[in-house]
């Protein structure tokens, strides 16, 4: 099932850091099949606020995502986003196909 890597970056500290941390990003995804679906960009906000940019990082399963999390590629470069952002970061499986509303119910 596909999986995602969703980031809320709340703040970030601009500098030759985040710059570092975005060239080198791309070249960590590859191997695990990542993909960006969501990137920052504008947010039309809806509903209470929302202060920060999404990320959304597509891969073809939960295991995916945990390997590219831990992997040596990445963990060379997140300290360069972690030292100088404040965000949250999670990780979740999307949804088989067809899905309705109420299949959460049971």
Same mark, same amino acid.
């Given at each position: %099932?596909? #999986?995602? #890597? /969703? #980031?809320? %970056?709340? +703040? @970030?500290?601009?500098?030759p850091?985040? @710059?570092?941390?975005?060239? *080198? =990003? $791309?070249?960590?995804?590859?191997?695990f099949?990542?993909?960006?679906?969501?990137?920052?960009?504008?947010?039309? @906000?809806?509903?209470?606020?929302?202060?920060? +940019?999404?990320? @959304? =990082?597509?891969?073809? $399963?939960?295991?995916?995502?945990? $390997?590219?999390?831990?992997?040596?590629a990445?963990? #060379?470069? !997140? *300290? !360069?986003?972690?030292?100088?952002?404040?965000?949250?970061?999670i990780?979740?499986?999307? /949804?088989? +196909?067809?899905? *309705?509303?109420? $299949? /959460? !119910?049971?």
């Amino acid at each position: %099932m596909t #999986a995602y #890597a /969703v #980031a809320h %970056m709340r +703040h @970030v500290t601009p500098g030759p850091w985040i @710059v570092e941390y975005l060239e *080198k =990003i $791309d070249a960590t995804l590859a191997a695990f099949g990542g993909r960006f679906l969501v990137h920052g960009g504008e947010v039309d @906000v809806v509903e209470n606020n929302w202060p920060g +940019h999404l990320i @959304v =990082i597509e891969f073809p $399963d939960r295991q995916h995502v945990r $390997d590219w999390y831990n992997s040596p590629a990445y963990q #060379a470069i !997140l *300290k !360069l986003r972690t030292g100088n952002s404040e965000s949250d970061v999670i990780f979740v499986d999307g /949804v088989e +196909h067809p899905h *309705k509303a109420t $299949d /959460v !119910l049971g």
